[in-house]
């Protein structure tokens, strides 16, 4: 772990760094900017010489990148199924029909499947309730909720650049 | 003045998904289908209203915060729901089925 790419993974944990040093520190005082920075930079060195790496191999600058577009098209995908749980609740014959399916992913590390198995529960009408290997078993409240599982897949694909190949 | 009216009408659409999200939770008949309304609805709930926070709070250094909060609150959201849901499998606790479709496949429970 020597060389230029160690130097910029350093980089790119202190970038992160420094931005939640900004955020919670709420100025942009010359003097807080620098201290930050060091602070920074001092902690992601500290954290390559314990750790021996600075951040998962797989958090690579494409994926923080395209990660705030995966938060806002996750977040319309929870608005529309919320509305169709909200629909289901209010109505007085409570019209569900739950089942527990097992779900096969083609995602290829564990990284993506807890990001993937993270996003079904946060969707409203699926809970995954076990995640072991690439078998998902995901609890629905109807049959065709089980239908929104490919697509989100397909985002998590997305965000992580995953191609599928079988 | 629009500004309040936006923010208003964010924090009114999250307490509104609170009362569903309680209205659910005392509806539903087991654990599996309460975890639905209780982590779902809470959590655009929560989400709503703290978005209408930032929008009143306007360009201040308060938005960014709020927006970090409402990550966080979505991820120990997830995680939580599916703790519950973990530990409900591994216990056998059996899930609520409609009635005559409990024979169609051995699955689950």
Do not use: Q
């Amino acid at each position: 772990m020597t060389g230029s790419s160690d130097v910029r993974k350093k980089a790119l944990l202190a970038c992160i760094l420094f931005a939640f040093w900004v955020i919670f520190t709420a100025t942009v005082a010359l003097y807080d900017l620098v201290l930050g920075a060091i602070c920074s930079a001092f902690v992601a060195a500290l954290t390559v010489a314990l750790l021996g790496r600075a951040l998962d191999p797989r958090i690579t600058p494409m994926v923080l990148l395209r990660l705030p577009v995966f938060m806002v098209r996750l977040v319309w995908e929870i608005i529309k199924a919320n509305y169709d749980v909200a629909k289901i609740i209010l109505n007085p014959r409570l019209p569900i029909d739950p089942r527990i399916v097992e779900y096969r992913t083609y995602l290829p590390d564990d990284l993506p499947r807890t990001v993937f198995s993270d996003s079904i529960t946060l969707t409203p009408g699926t809970v995954t309730v076990e995640l072991e290997g690439d078998v998902l078993n995901v609890h629905c409240l109807c049959p065709y909720h089980e239908e929104g599982l490919a697509g989100l897949e397909k985002l998590v694909a997305w965000l992580f650049g995953v191609k599928r190949d079988g | 003045m629009a500004k309040d009216i936006v923010a208003g009408v964010l924090c009114c659409v999250g307490t509104f998904f609170f009362l569903l999200g309680t209205t659910g939770l005392l509806r539903m008949p087991d654990i599996f289908t309460r975890l639905h309304p209780s982590t779902k609805c809470d959590t655009l709930g929560a989400c709503s209203i703290i978005i209408g926070l930032a929008v009143y709070s306007g360009w201040s250094w308060e938005m960014p915060k709020l927006v970090v909060i409402a990550c966080f609150l979505l991820l120990s959201s997830a995680t939580c729901g599916h703790a519950i849901g973990r530990s409900a499998l591994r216990r056998d606790i059996g899930y609520w089925r409609r009635k005559g479709t409990e024979v169609e496949d051995g699955d689950g429970a």
